[in-house]
């Protein structure tokens, strides 16, 4: 993944995970990350280790923020709030119930 690649999609995950979205200008998250990639851009005549593992630290913050973002949905499905039905629970998992002819 490219540098820009990852700063996009980094600002995405901030921008999902904010309680005002589409405000991620004023997030002081955004602006230290955009400080960073600036402070570690180089030119194509420049070969620069510092560089390398600014993409991959924004690598592992892209995998812990979506990878949050994803548990924090499943957390909410699945999480039970008490005792569920027979019902409910096949629907859950996905089976249907026998029905009984009358």
């Not at 700063?7 to 200008?25: D, F, M, T, V, Y």
């Not at 630290?57 to 909410?76: A, C, D, I, P, V």
């Not at 699945?78 to 039905?85: A, D, I, K, L, V």
Request: one cysteine or more; hydrophobic letters at 30%.
């Amino acid at each position: 993944m490219t540098a820009t690649k990852v700063l996009r999609s980094l600002l995405h995950e901030l921008r999902l995970a904010s309680q005002s979205p589409g405000k991620i200008k004023d997030s002081l998250a955004a602006r230290y990350i955009l400080a960073q990639y600036k402070k570690y851009e180089t030119t194509d005549q420049q070969l620069c280790k510092a560089r390398d593992e600014a993409i991959f630290l924004g690598q592992t913050y892209l995998t812990y923020l979506s990878s949050l973002r994803k548990y924090n949905e499943l957390y909410k499905e699945y999480h039970g709030s008490g005792e569920r039905t027979v019902k409910e629970t096949a629907d859950l998992v996905g089976f249907k119930l026998p029905t009984d002819p009358k």
